[in-house]
């Protein structure tokens, strides 16, 4: 055999005997986690936000942004998400859209705190003067000190994020607000550029460089990157929806009218259970919401004025009264975070609904209780009776009323067939008097 088929059989046999080569698996694909915030900051926002991040952390994702529209909310939330921020492993974008969206007051803060703040064309963000959180207006030390409290925080963050400081300062100490072109032309820009929604952002930031909280510098890839957008869970989304503060005012005047309902009619139980679930998650949206305590109060002086309306003959003061008291409680009650209350459109006619269906069932129960009995024992004072035995004075027979027969004892002798009236009922006994009639009649 020819040398050169040896070593060609050789060089086959080799091939057929050498072990496969492992194939290396495919990188995971870069991705960017997305949420989104419209409305009010609060425990339940701050809990879906810090999920969002701690996910981002554990995928490996290249950016959390986080889409934010918010009238403001409460400090302590805000808070609670910036430290998140801070602590993320990954870069935070705060974006402010689509157009024609705000971040004002704490949403102010939030778009500080980020590591990337961006505004979409045609926002404005700012006005992060601080208010009560009863709504009570405070007094101008009192007032001072949250302001300057609030301001230093501020600073302190746009400092960190090399923001414009004398203008974080001016939005909680003097309430200005920035649309996108001041906030990026400001000298240091309050935000790092301006883009029309997520993926303009995706584009913008491939490749960049971004500096963390603790001036560490990180460099994101975000071409071709898959937008993963995070939902609330059903939890979340069910108590932020009962947080609103249109919802939480509509609870409570559907909770004041089952359980009106049910203290009127007894036993009916349905309007009983619906109110008193309505009150108890109103409660609970109070408890999110910041509301006035004197608005609460003004409701319930409302209510016991109307109670008293049923009761006391004012000649319908009390009842007026009790109706402008409720709708002056319900007015003051969300006033507490600025572009956040119940419109007049909505508390008008719930709080004239509400006094108008009290003192209606109010009087139809007042009325109901002075009419004179019809069922039991009592029921039968006043009825005509007709002997059915001789009645001697002193002496017991017996009568028919009401279709049923009864003793009964007479202050004076009557003869059978005679109608008599009972005047007292003892027990099983009647006491029964003569009247004129003469004739057989049936019974009333």
């Not at 930031?205 to 059903?234: Q, S």
């Not at 508390?347 to 109901?368: S, T, Y």
């Not at 035995?389 to 028919?400: F, K, M, R």
Request: charged share 15%; with cysteine.
């Amino acid at each position: 055999m020819p040398r050169w088929l040896l070593f060609a059989a050789a060089i086959l046999l080799c091939c057929a005997v050498s072990p496969a080569q492992p194939q290396s698996p495919a990188a995971p694909r870069r991705h960017v986690i997305v949420t989104e915030i419209d409305g009010i900051i609060h425990p339940v926002t701050a809990e879906y936000f810090t999920g969002a991040v701690d996910l981002a952390d554990t995928s490996g994702a290249e950016l959390v942004v986080l889409v934010l529209r918010t009238p403001g909310g409460l400090l302590d939330s805000t808070r609670a998400m910036v430290s998140r921020m801070i602590t993320s492993r990954a870069p935070v974008v705060v974006f402010v859209g689509p157009s024609g969206g705000r971040a004002a007051s704490a949403g102010f803060i939030l778009l500080l705190a980020a590591d990337v703040a961006v505004m979409a064309p045609g926002t404005h963000s700012g006005a992060a003067h601080p208010v009560s959180g009863t709504s009570e207006k405070m007094d101008e030390t009192t007032s001072q000190k949250a302001a300057s409290d609030a301001a230093a925080y501020a600073r302190s963050i746009a400092e960190a994020r090399g923001r414009n400081v004398a203008l974080a300062a001016d939005a909680v100490l003097e309430s200005r607000a920035f649309t996108d072109r001041e906030a990026l032309e400001a000298s240091p820009p309050l935000i790092s550029l301006i883009a029309k929604d997520v993926a303009d952002i995706l584009v913008q930031l491939d490749g960049r460089a971004i500096t963390r909280f603790d001036g560490r510098t990180t460099t994101v890839h975000t071409k071709d990157a898959e937008v993963r957008r995070i939902e609330m869970t059903r939890r979340q989304w069910f108590l932020s929806a009962i947080a609103h503060p249109q919802v939480a005012y509509m609870l409570m005047t559907l909770g004041l009218l089952g359980l009106t309902v049910e203290l009127w009619n007894p036993g009916l139980i349905a309007p009983g259970v619906v109110g008193g679930l309505c009150l108890l998650l109103a409660f609970f949206a109070f408890q999110i919401l910041p509301v006035s305590t004197a608005g609460v109060l003004l409701v319930i002086f409302g209510l016991a004025l109307l109670v008293l309306e049923l009761k006391v003959p004012s000649f319908g003061a009390l009842g007026v009264g009790g109706a402008v008291s409720l709708l002056i409680g319900s007015v003051m009650l969300t006033e507490v975070v600025p572009g956040v209350r119940v419109g007049l459109g909505l508390i008008v006619p719930a709080a004239l609904g509400v006094a108008a269906v009290f003192l209606f069932l109010g009087r139809l129960a007042l009325r109901a209780q002075r009419q004179p009995a019809v069922t039991g024992a009592s029921a039968l004072v006043g009825r005509t009776a007709y002997v059915r035995t001789p009645l001697a004075a002193g002496a017991p027979g017996q009568v028919d009323v009401h279709g049923e027969i009864w003793r009964a004892v007479s202050l004076a002798p009557v003869s059978v067939g005679q109608p008599v009236r009972v005047i007292r009922v003892d027990g099983l006994t009647l006491t029964v008097e003569p009247t004129d009639r003469s004739a057989r009649k049936g019974d009333d």
